[in-house]
Nanobody, 119 residues
Framework: VQLQASGGGLVQAGGSLRLSCAASGSFLSVNFMGWYRQVPGKQREYVAGVGTGDSTFYADSVKGRSTISRDNGKNTVHLQMNSLKPEDTAVYYC??????????????WGQGTQVTVSS
């Protein structure tokens, strides 16, 4: 299984970015897809996620400024981030939980994409 993340970059405060992550390889289906972020010296923190049935979850720090969505046909998750703040600067990691068997799931992490918000 491979996760290909894209969409990071440098943006000014108040700007927007859209992160995407596509899962490919051998698995039955996608259970959950989400994003975490990490800054040097701190623990990785949850940002947003989308489950089966398109239920969505957001950290308080991004709620109201971000929208997460998934394309089941392409096994892809998107995170639209608006009104970005310098404190959103971090490496963003895609996370997926995949059904690999009838009763078995497995977690995977993407390689990380840098988001830098300048003030």
């Amino acid at each position: 299984v491979q996760l290909q993340a894209s969409g990071g970059g440098l943006v000014q405060a108040g700007g927007s970015l859209r992160l995407s992550c596509a899962a490919s390889g051998s698995f039955l289906s996608v259970n959950f897809m989400g994003w975490y972020r990490q800054v040097p010296g701190k623990q990785r923190e949850y940002v947003a996620g989308v489950g089966t049935g398109d239920s969505t979850f957001y950290a308080d720090s991004v709620k109201g400024r971000s929208t997460i969505s998934r394309d089941n046909g392409k096994n892809t998750v998107h995170l639209q981030m608006n009104s970005l703040k310098p404190e959103d600067t971090a490496v963003y990691y895609c996370y997926v939980r995949l059904w690999t068997g009838r009763d078995t799931t497995r977690d995977y992490w993407g390689q990380g994409t840098q988001v830098t918000v300048s003030s």
